[in-house]
């Protein structure tokens, strides 16, 4: 069993619809959850963080952490051609390290 | 600030050739990251350091590899010999503390490597 288990997708979705991106985490020891966006041929970046049970809200991202069942989900509201790109969830266990998900990509078509 | 550096970009070595990767962490900060990333295996974390110490290089997948961080401003990647399976995109990243606080890792612009 892989630690960060994402769908590999690809996960369509039209334009202005939610785009809803999911991860499990194997580990119940793990403290901390993020969210990073990379485009085809470019790095990975940060766009969302989360340590909490709940939901955390930032524009139009929404992060969503159950411990007890451990998955972590990402919502993307009015989803836009813009947001087309492969979404990394990394996981971390109170180290030093983060451990990622192979990523899902999201494609939105106007 | 000028964010990541990594260098070269793009290498295209033939196997059993020696490689080294560059790169130029942001300044002020402490840790430094190198990661793998491949369609097969994702991203992988290979070695990180904390004020030019090794911390970890559990990731590191054989003697082939190697890491060093000479001082606060730069660090090397090399693989000797390389193969082809190593082929993939290797990115440096930095933080001004660990990956699980509340910081964010840059990661630099990446070395995609091609072993022939």
């Known amino acids: 069993q892989k630690e960060v288990e994402q769908n590999s997708g690809p996960l369509s979705v039209p334009e202005g619809a939610i785009a809803s991106l999911n991860c499990t985490y194997s580990?119940?020891?793990?403290?901390?959850f993020f969210w990073y966006r990379q485009y085809s041929g470019k790095s990975p970046e940060l766009i969302m963080s989360i340590y909490s049970n709940g939901d955390k809200e930032d524009g139009r991202f929404t992060a969503q952490l159950n411990k007890a069942s451990q998955y972590v989900s990402l919502l993307i509201r009015d989803s836009q051609p813009s947001d087309s790109a492969t979404y990394l969830c990394?996981?971390?266990?109170?180290?030093?390290?983060?451990?990622f998900g192979t990523g899902t990509r999201l494609q939105v078509f106007p | 600030d000028a964010g990541v550096i990594q260098s070269p970009r793009h290498e295209v070595t033939e196997m059993g050739q020696e490689v080294t990767l560059r790169c130029k962490p942001i300044s002020g900060h402490d840790y430094l990251f190198w990661y793998r990333q491949t369609m097969m295996r994702g991203l992988e974390l290979l070695i990180y350091?904390?004020?030019?110490?090794?911390?970890?290089d559990s990731g590191m997948p054989e003697d082939r590899f190697s890491a060093k961080m000479p001082n606060a401003s730069f660090s090397t990647l090399k693989i000797q010999p390389s193969e082809p399976r190593d082929s993939a995109v290797y990115f440096c990243a930095s933080s001004s503390t660990g990956g699980g606080s509340t910081d964010t890792q840059y990661f630099g612009p990446g070395t995609r490597l091609t072993v022939l």
């Open positions: 580990d119940r020891g793990s403290q901390s």
């Open positions: 350091f904390n004020n030019n110490v090794p911390i970890d």
């Open positions: 990394a996981v971390n266990k109170n180290t030093d390290k983060l451990i």
